[in-house]
C-alpha cells in the first residue's frame, strides 16, 4: 500500500510539474503578446503610467482606488482584481531609480486583459484576490534616484512612517492582511551568485522577522514559495538566482510584514549580459510573479522543500563592468602583469532618454577570480596611460572635423577646447578639457584612458571606460568626458 501511495505521489507531482513547465514555456515564449510597449526604457516617470493604469478603471473585473499621493502630490494608486478568499499584495519601486517590476507588472495587466487567458484567470480569481500598488515613490522615480523627495529611502521608514508615502503602504497593508505579499525591487547588476561568474539576474529573500532569523509559518510559506518560483525561472536562467541578504533590518517594510503576518517575499532585479534597460528581466519578473499567482492558487508550494530555498547561493560582489586582463606595465627595467577592473556610472542625459557613463578604475592586480560583462585577455600587450593632446586648442563648433583615428593612433584621449560645454558628458568619441588635468599614472579611482600597444605600436585605445580598437571607420561607442 505504501509503495502504492508512493507511486502516486510521484506521478502526480510529475504531473504538477510537467503543467507548471508548460505554462512558464508559453509565458515565456508569447511575452511578446503581453508587453506593454508604451514602457520602453527604465526611466519612465509617474505620468507614463497614470494613463495606463486609469485605462484599467474600464476593464473588466478591475477597480482603481486612489489611496494617497506623494510629497509632491503625486497620485498613489491601488489595483485590484479578483474576488478569491486568498489575498497577494505587492507594491514596486519604493525605490525610484528600481522600475523593472513596475514595467512587468502593466505587463501581466496586458496578459489578464487578453481573452485568450480567459479561463486561466478566471480559474485563478476564483481563487485569490490580487492587489497592485505600482510606483510607491513616483517623486524619487521622477528624479530616479533611490529616495523620495525628502531623500528619505522609504524602505527605512516603515517604524517612524514619516513619509506619506510610507504611511500610505502601511495603511494599505493594514487594510488588506495579505496571505502573501511581494516587495519589488532592483539591485545592482554588479552582484554576482555567489562567488561565481554569474550574475545574479534575479534574488530572492523571505525577509527575517528578528534578529535570531527565526521561521515560523509565515516565513515557511513564503520559502516554500520561492522554491516553487526558483524552479521555474530555472528554465529561463540557470545558474543566474541568487538569495538577498537576510539580515534583519528593523525599519524595514519587508521585514515588518513578515513579522505582521504577511508571507513576504522579495524579488531584485540585478542585472544581464547585453540587457542594460533590464528588459529581458522584466520579462522574467512577469513570468516569475504569474507563475507564483498560480502556485499560491493551487497551493502547489506547500509541499515544496524548504531546502530548495537554503540551497540557494547568497549574492556575492564578483562583477566589474569591464577587466582588461593579463596586460604588461613597464617601468623603467622593471615589468608587470596587471588586470584592471573597470565600472561604469551611469547618469542622465538632458534628453532623459540618453544615458552617460562616467568611468573609474575600482580595481587593479590579480583579478582571476573575477567577471566582468566586457571581458579582454590582453596576454603579450602593454599599457600606458593616455595623454593629452596640447599642441593646439579647439574651437567649439570645429570638434565634428577631427581626425579622431590620428589622435588614438598617438595615443591621445583627450583634447583641449578654448571653452566648456554646459554638460557633463559628450557624444564625442573623445574627452574634452581645458587643460591637462588628467594623471598620467595608472591608479584606483582614477577614469579610465589608457593605450594598448602591442610590439610599441597602438592597437587599441580606452575613452572613459570604453575599448576601442584603432581602425579607421570604426564605429565609436560610449561616451567622452567633459573634465572641468
Known amino acids: 500500500m505504501k509503495t502504492l501511495l508512493l507511486v502516486l505521489t510521484i506521478i502526480i507531482s510529475e504531473t504538477i510539474m510537467s503543467q507548471n513547465y508548460d505554462f512558464e514555456q508559453n509565458l515565456y515564449q508569447s511575452y511578446d503578446r503581453y508587453k506593454e ?3 520602453t526604457h527604465r526611466r519612465f516617470k509617474h505620468a507614463d503610467i497614470i494613463p495606463l493604469i486609469d485605462k484599467l478603471k474600464h476593464k473588466n473585473g478591475f477597480t482603481v482606488k486612489v489611496v494617497g499621493k506623494s510629497v509632491e502630490g503625486r497620485e498613489l494608486k491601488l489595483i485590484t482584481i479578483g474576488k478569491g ?24 495587466f496586458n496578459f489578464i486583459n487578453d481573452p485568450a487567458n480567459k479561463e486561466f484567470c478566471s480559474a485563478l480569481f476564483d481563487r485569490v484576490t490580487l492587489y497592485f500598488l505600482p510606483m510607491v515613490n513616483p517623486d524619487g522615480a521622477e528624479r530616479f534616484k533611490r529616495r523620495n523627495f525628502y531623500d528619505i529611502d522609504l524602505n527605512r521608514d516603515a517604524s517612524r512612517l514619516q513619509c506619506p508615502e510610507a504611511i ?39 525577509p527575517a522577522y528578528n534578529y535570531e532569523k527565526d521561521f515560523n ?3 515557511g510559506n513564503a520559502v516554500k514559495l520561492i522554491g516553487n518560483m526558483f524552479n521555474s525561472l530555472s528554465q529561463f536562467i540557470p545558474g543566474h538566482i541568487a538569495k538577498y541578504s537576510d539580515e534583519y533590518e528593523p525599519r524595514a517594510f519587508g521585514d515588518n510584514f ?32 504569474l507563475s507564483a499567482f498560480k502556485s499560491i492558487a493551487e497551493e502547489s508550494y506547500v509541499n515544496t522543500s524548504s531546502d530548495i530555498y537554503e540551497s540557494i547561493p547568497f549574492n556575492d560582489k564578483y562583477i566589474f563592468d569591464v577587466i582588461l586582463r593579463n596586460l604588461t606595465v613597464k617601468d623603467g627595467k622593471k615589468q608587470i602583469k596587471i588586470d584592471i577592473g573597470i565600472n561604469l556610472d551611469e547618469f542622465e542625459g538632458p534628453n532623459e532618454k540618453k544615458i552617460f557613463y562616467r568611468s573609474q578604475v575600482d580595481d587593479l592586480g590579480d583579478l582571476s577570480t573575477f567577471f566582468a560583462y566586457k ?11 593616455a595623454s593629452v593632446y596640447e599642441k593646439k586648442v579647439y574651437a567649439l563648433n570645429k570638434l565634428e572635423k577631427i581626425d579622431f583615428y590620428d589622435l588614438y593612433s598617438k595615443g591621445y584621449s583627450t583634447i583641449l577646447v578654448k571653452e566648456l560645454p554646459d554638460e557633463k558628458f559628450t557624444r564625442l568619441p573623445i574627452n574634452l578639457a581645458l587643460k591637462n588635468r588628467i594623471d598620467t599614472t595608472i591608479n584606483i579611482g582614477e577614469s579610465a584612458n589608457f593605450v594598448i600597444k602591442k610590439d610599441g605600436k597602438i592597437k587599441f585605445i580606452v575613452i572613459n571606460g570604453f575599448l576601442h580598437k584603432v581602425e579607421k571607420e570604426r ?3 560610449g561616451n567622452g568626458l567633459i573634465i572641468k
Open 258 to 289: 513578515q513579522k505582521w503576518g504577511t508571507s513576504t517575499i522579495l524579488i531584485e532585479s540585478g542585472g544581464w549580459k547585453d540587457d542594460p534597460e533590464k528588459q529581458f528581466i522584466r520579462k522574467i519578473n512577469f513570468i516569475a510573479l
Open 475 to 477: 564605429k565609436f561607442s
Open 168 to 206: 500610505i503602504l502601511k495603511t494599505v497593508f493594514d487594510s488588506l492582511k495579505a496571505d502573501f505579499g511581494f516587495n519589488l525591487h532592483d539591485q545592482s547588476h554588479r552582484y554576482s551568485v555567489g562567488n561565481s561568474f554569474r550574475t545574479a539576474t534575479i534574488s530572492f529573500l523571505a
Open 37 to 39: 510597449s508604451s514602457l
Open 217 to 219: 509559518d509565515v516565513r
Open 375 to 385: 571581458d579582454y585577455d590582453f596576454e603579450g600587450y602593454t599599457i600606458e596611460r
Open 85 to 108: 478568499k486568498t489575498k497577494i499584495f505587492m507594491w514596486s519601486q519604493m525605490h525610484g531609480d528600481e522600475p523593472t517590476a513596475t514595467a512587468a507588472l502593466f505587463d501581466i
